[in-house]
Nanobody, 124 residues
Framework: QVQLVESGGGLVQAGGSLRLSCAAS????????MGWFRQAPGKEREFVAS????????YYADSMKGRFTISRDNAKNTVYLQMNSLKPEDTAVYYC?????????????????WGQGTQVTVSS
């Protein structure tokens, strides 16, 4: 079992920045790929970014490339999502997820463990 707790969400103006954190406990964090997803009201949950177990490869949804950065600190059992140049359309609940294996994925179904989510609201 892996428990995930997100933090760092909030209200920010368009063009601003936020850094989300996801603290993991339980099964060995350093052996798992991690991802961030988001869900806006009335929409399906969508992929944001993912990172392999060793932080060697990061993947992003097209609309996040150049604005968001995923990173991890295996010594702290934490994964981060730095979000810059935020837009109102980035407003959503952001979820941290842990895969069952080492290699990252775009697909929700490849992630076994999920956090409770943190709200990000970007005002125009």
């Amino acid at each position: 079992q892996v428990q995930l707790v997100e933090s760092g969400g909030g209200l920010v103006q368009a063009g601003g920045s936020l850094r989300l954190s996801c603290a993991a406990s339980g099964r060995t964090f350093s052996s798992l790929a991690m991802g961030w997803f988001r869900q806006a009201p009335g929409k399906e949950r969508e992929f944001v970014a993912s990172l392999n177990w060793n932080g060697g490869s990061a993947y992003y949804a097209d609309s996040m490339k150049g604005r968001f950065t995923i990173s991890r600190d295996n010594a702290k059992n934490t994964v981060y999502l730095q979000m810059n140049s935020l837009k109102p359309e980035d407003t959503a609940v952001y979820y941290c997820a842990a895969s069952g294996g080492r290699w990252s994925s775009y697909y929700l179904s490849d992630y076994t463990y999920w956090g409770q989510g943190t709200q990000v609201t970007v005002s125009s």
